[in-house]
């Protein structure tokens, strides 16, 4: 058989195949369109009760699935159009289904509706401000200082509940001091000078610092960022009372003994506030052997009024240069760091040695705790929360600081 031969048997095979598939075709799809009619009508039939906008999307429905048989119809029949492997059967089959399922959801109430509001006043909507707020789950904290005094003490532990510390309180005698044999005599050599050093056995007691605070479990339950807001809320207000009384306590009762209650008075003759604070910090401290000072702590009304400084005759910003300034947004005066807290009344000044005057000392650290059970919590479902610490203020040096005013008193 030759080339010419080969090819039309080829041909011939492939026309009887063609037709054999068409033949398929239209047995398979014969009588379709009287069935869908049918199933169209019973549909119909079911959905009786529909409104008019329910039976024109239905009448939408028949007319798309008419249409698109008749071009899937013309798809099959096209030359050379690859068969799908799922069936036109269940294609078809699917679809009504799906569509069916939605008929019937509307038909028992569920369907889905578009309200036109063009009409529609807010008095119509009851309480509408409840669905138009936005609600932030996030609590916006008190606003706090940053800054506490223990951050600039010496730290230490204990163990005990009362620190003891030997404190050196001078010499006695004439020694150090010059001495030389007798020459001519030696047995009439004075005797060198002598002296002693003297020391005071001194105590600071550990102190409570402790504070009580009572919610509902409910609360803690329910607003999920509260025991995260107690955690920091509860720790900032005892930083505050400790450093009311690091600066401020009296040492009676449990309270501690601060730093400005043993404080030596600002003794200088200067009469502006800036001059007063670098006398005490390098001329009185100075005189006292302590040519380290560290901090100055004022309070914060008192450190705007310094920065703002107006020369008295021209109004200009004056500022005495070399001997303060503005570093980082942070007043520096004489060269040491200045320290805003609002437990220095307004119009004083503590400045001093806060590395080797003083020392926080902790014997209980910082705690936090919760508590279910407390008098009548169980009874209330009340939960107790509990902050507090044990901690000591040894001061190995009282004139290590010196208190004043900023203007003559």
Known sequence: MDQKELISAIEEKVEVAKKNWQKEVEDKTKGFESK??????????????????NEEKFNDFKKSMEKDFDDLALKMNDKGQELKHVSFKDAVAKGVEKQLEEIKGNARGRRETIIDLKSMGFENFTNYDTFTQDIRNTVIPTME??????????????????????KATGKTGDGPGAWDYNRSTVASTPAKPAFA???????????????????????????????????????????KEEDDQILNGDGTGN?????????????????????RIIDAAYGQLGQDNFDMPTNVLLNPRDIVDIMLNKAAGSQEYNLPEGAVGIVGGRLQI??????????????????????????LVTRSAMQLRFFDQNKDNVEKNMMTIRIEERVALPKFYENAFIYGTLTES
Request: glycine share 10%; charged share 20%.
């Open 334 to 359: 004489g060269g040491l760091t200045v320290n805003k807290t609002n437990k220095i009344t307004q119009g004083d000044f503590l400045v001093g040695d806060f590395v080797r005057g003083a020392a």
């Open 255 to 275: 309270t501690l003994n601060g730093l400005i209650n043993t404080a030596e008075a600002y003794n200088g003759s200067y009469l502006i506030g800036i001059e």
């Open 145 to 166: 200082e940053s800054f506490h005094v223990r951050n600039i003490l010496s730290r230490g532990t204990t163990t005990g509940a009362t620190l003891y510390y030997p």
């Open 36 to 53: 869908l009619e049918k199933a169209i009508d019973k549909l119909v039939e079911e959905s009786k009760g529909f409104d008019a906008k």
């Open 197 to 239: 050093m003297n020391f005071e056995r001194m105590a600071a007691p550990v102190e409570w610092i402790a504070g009580i605070l009572t919610l509902p479990i409910e609360m803690l339950e329910d607003l999920s960022w509260l025991t995260s807001y107690l955690a920091t809320y509860a720790p900032i207000e005892l930083l």
